[in-house]
């Protein structure tokens, strides 16, 4: 039945329950204190270098930073200090996560959208953006593309927020997407994880949604200040309300997703505020749930197709500025992920990369059916905004080979339990980036065997070979049921993993 305008507003109406978020307020306020954040900005000043030192002792052994520490840090002036962050930054990547970078690909879905955001080239009042939902066999070829082509086993969907796109078209694209099964060069490639990025759902609906076997569930504040945040999302559209956003991870939880992502889209207000606002909500999670975030993003705000915002925006943030908030995040919030995307250009993810990131996108297409129909159609009149780096997988991951990453697609751990507080804790102790290089192996020779060129093959092959030297070393026990599993491998078998029983 078609929808009328009547119904449509009906349906803005409802999306937001207030009682599912005023329970948790405090007197009638959120957890972010701005009055507070700003005094601690202001106060942390000008530390010697023994205070961020001992700070940084802190972020080694892997715990959350408190606000003064972080603003501490986010304070620093001194350019042999910031050195010295960075490379505790790696270290603590390297400690929590190992060599491994995770890789995935975003997959839009549809850009009807009810919001007028600002800086998004989705908002309603952008005319001039071709509106489309993908149906469920555009879904499937979209999937075919990435599975069977690419060889991507990680997705990140992404949805506008609209009632054609509620709960129901998100379940069942996620269905579709599983569904996918392509024969590749060896074996066979199938989406093995599917996180999802979309507008805040009530409690009732994320139950739903974790039915289908959703992921992460990713939502970013885009701007923890509030008056900003009232500036570019306009008062009477759904996405206007801040603690409906805000206290959408709370919801999650309450539903029993335990993997959360959370973010801020950089450029709408002071960077060093809303690292601030990060870690607020972090160690809000951690406190109401016992676990904090699983995922942090930090998308700087890019040019979008008739969106004239985002070349005026005050707030935008410089190259170097971006490497000290990744550098500041990777230290306040030790153990969570962290996401690089394809917004920013190649020199730029190789500069940051070390400094502490473990997920990145690549073969990045974001128009919406960009994947199947890549060669005909104009991307500016479909896509959210301009990207920065269009390299392929392949070229990605040769590269990171040649640095000395191995590319994880590996999914083993959420499918044998380790989330949330679970995964979090093998994290803080070290014990999830030694288990995980044995799937990381596992998995990059099934990629290398169904997708990598010639060149990478060679990359490829001697950043495996290293890592089974080391597990053979270092995690004996481990070393026959890993040679058994990648030899069936190298003859076809897919989708093998190493079982970690969560204590
Ligand atoms: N519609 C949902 C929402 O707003 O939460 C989810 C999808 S939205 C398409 C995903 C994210 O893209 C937003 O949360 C925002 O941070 C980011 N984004 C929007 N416009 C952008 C731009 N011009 N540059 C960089 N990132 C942008
Ligand atoms: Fe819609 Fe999300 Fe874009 Fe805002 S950011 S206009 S909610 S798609």
Redesign the pocket.
């Known amino acids: 039945m078609e929808r009328t305008l009547d119904d449509y507003q009906e349906w803005i109406r409802n999306k937001i329950k207030k009682d599912e978020y005023e329970k948790y307020l405090n007197e009638g306020k959120d957890f972010i204190n701005e009055e507070e954040i700003v005094e601690k900005l202001r106060t942390e000043k000008k530390a010697d270098g023994k205070k961020v030192r001992d700070i940084l002792q802190k972020s080694l052994a892997v715990q959350i930073l408190t606000p003064e520490e972080t603003a501490t840090l986010l304070n620093v002036e001194d350019k042999e200090l910031w050195q010295e962050m960075q490379d505790v930054a790696s270290k603590v990547k390297k400690k929590v996560y190992d060599n491994r970078i995770v890789t995935f690909a975003p997959l ?1 879905l549809s ?1 009807l ?1 009810v ?1 007028n ?1 600002l ?4 908002r309603k009042d952008n005319t001039i953006v071709k509106r489309r939902k993908l149906n469920l066999e555009e879904v499937k070829k979209e999937t075919q593309v990435l599975t069977g082509e690419i060889g991507h086993k990680r997705l990140i969907v ?4 609209h009632p054609e796109t509620d709960v129901d078209y998100m379940m069942e694209s996620i269905k579709a997407i599983y569904s996918v099964k392509e024969k590749t060069k060896s074996g066979w490639g199938q989406i093995r994880r599917v996180n999802v ?4 759902l009530s409690i009732e609906k994320l139950k739903e949604l974790k039915k289908v076997g959703l992921g992460t569930f ?3 504040q ?1 701007t923890y200040h509030h008056q900003t945040y009232r500036k570019v999302h306009s008062p009477g559209t759904i ?1 206007g309300d801040y603690n409906w ?1 805000l206290y959408c991870m709370h919801r999650a939880m309450e539903a029993g997703i335990d993997d959360v992502g959370i ?3 950089f ?1 709408l207000y002071d960077w060093r505020f809303e690292a601030m606002g990060l870690l607020y909500h972090a160690r809000e999670l951690e406190k109401k749930f016992g676990v904090g975030p699983h995922t942090i ?1 930090f ?6 197709s008739n ?1 004239p915002f ?1 070349q005026q925006s005050e707030y935008k943030v410089s190259d170097d500025d971006f490497k000290k908030l990744i550098t500041v995040i990777r230290l306040a919030v030790p153990y969570t992920g962290m996401i690089l ?1 394809a ?1 920013e250009s190649a020199q730029v993810r190789r500069e940051v990369l070390d400094l502490g990131c473990t997920q990145t996108d690549a073969s990045t297409r974001i128009g919406i059916g960009a994947y199947s129909d890549r060669y005909t159609t104009q991307e500016g009149e479909r896509q ?3 990207l920065g780096d269009t390299r392929s997988l392949d070229e990605v991951i040769r590269e990171l080979a040649e640095r000395g990453y191995i590319t994880s697609f590996c999914t083993a751990g959420y499918r044998c339990g380790r989330t949330g507080d679970k995964i979090m804790k093998l994290l803080r102790t070290g014990q999830e980036g030694k288990f995980c290089k044995l799937n990381a192996v596992l998995t990059f020779r099934e990629w290398l065997d169904d997708f990598a060129s010639e060149e990478t093959k060679i990359s490829g092959e001697v950043i495996i070979n290293k890592e089974i030297e080391e597990i053979k070393k270092k995690i004996p026990t481990f070393y026959p049921k890993l040679m058994e599993y990648y030899e069936k491998i190298k003859k076809g078998e897919r989708d093998l993993y190493l079982y970690l029983p969560v204590s």
Do not use: D, W
Request: hydrophobic content about 30%; overall charge positive; charged content about 15%.
């Open positions: 839009y850009n959208c919001n955001c800086y998004c080239a989705f992404v949805y506008g927020e990025n979309a507008a805040p990713q939502v970013f885009e996405k956003r973010g801020v889209l450029g993003s998308p700087r705000l890019e040019p979008a969106t985002n995307t917004r959210q905004f301009i």
